[in-house]
């Protein structure tokens, strides 16, 4: 029997969220390089109908990824799944994969405010990625995919099927502080506390992620543009969830987001 090509692959990635459904496995090979996850990615994404706004940004450890290469990745965060929690009246409902992978991360996000060039000399800095125009606002990212055991497949299966996000909750713009160090998350899931913690959990800081991530994608030829948001990574850790369950991330002495799950094959449906 043949592997299947990359075209395959992404079209059974993007069938299965788009009916809400797991799969049992990876649809072909894991892919050999990061290169070939954002082969699989954007194959994906020319297959997905809705508007691009920004991406999540997810953590590799030194031991999942080869010497020297970005210690990031990137998925797509699409507008239908790009929730404004601040202007609901009860917590926004997001889709997850109920048979697949399943997870709630406390993030801070980052909204661009300037368009910026396609093309950056040697590439991006922390120091300038901070010094861009932008937001902090509070976030909730939901990590859901098709694929029971995504994590554990490694960063290449992660990349390819959207960077393992089905849904980005926003809520208030924070204070302005550098970095979002002094920042202090809490997240709790049905009212129980599962984490906390800070942009110092994050190694490099949230805008060495984020220059990572207009590197990557400069890389790719995908251009970034003002209002597009970034979730810069699991400040509290990693949560699983379950569908129908409540979680809410709280800044101390700050605002709070929350949001509801439900199973993504009946929201689908519905």
């Known amino acids: 029997m043949s592997t299947p ?13 788009s009916e809400g459904r797991s799969l049992t496995r990876f649809p072909g090979v894991v892919p050999a390089s ?12 020319s297959r997905w109908q809705d508007k691009l706004v920004g991406w999540k940004i997810g953590y590799i450890p030194a031991d999942r990824r080869t010497p020297g290469s970005p210690d990031r990745l990137v998925g797509p965060i699409w507008a239908q799944q790009c929730h404004h929690g601040e202007e609901q009246g009860s917590p926004v409902e997001v889709g997850i994969f109920t048979s697949g992978f399943a997870a709630v991360e406390a993030e801070l996000v980052i909204r661009l405010g300037e368009d910026l060039p396609d093309h950056h000399r040697d590439g991006w800095t922390a120091e300038e990625a901070a010094g861009l125009e932008q937001h902090l606002l509070l976030g909730i990212e939901v990590a859901s ?10 960063p290449t299966v992660i990349a390819a099927d959207f960077g393992n996000n089905n849904g980005l909750v926003l809520g208030s713009v924070l ?6 160090a002094a920042i202090q998350l809490a997240c709790y899931v049905d009212e ?27 890389g790719r030829g995908r251009p970034v543009r003002a209002g597009m948001v970034f979730a810069t990574g699991a400040i509290t850790g990693i949560h699983p969830i379950r569908s129908g369950q409540h979680c809410r991330v709280d800044e101390q002495g700050g605002p709070s987001v929350e949001l509801r799950t439900a ?3 009946t929201l689908a449906r519905s």
């Open 5 to 17: 090509p990359a075209e395959d692959i992404a079209a059974a990635l993007v069938a299965a969220r």
């Open 34 to 45: 990061m290169a070939q996850a954002y082969q699989i990615q954007d194959l994906a994404m």
């Open 145 to 154: 995919s098709p694929i029971p055991d995504i994590n554990a497949l490694g």
């Open 175 to 180: 204070a302005d502080r550098p970095g979002g």
């Open 192 to 218: 129980h506390f599962v984490g906390e913690g800070s942009a110092e959990n994050l190694p490099g800081g949230i805008h060495h992620g984020l220059a990572t991530a207009l590197n990557i994608l400069a």
């Open 263 to 265: 199973d993504a094959h």
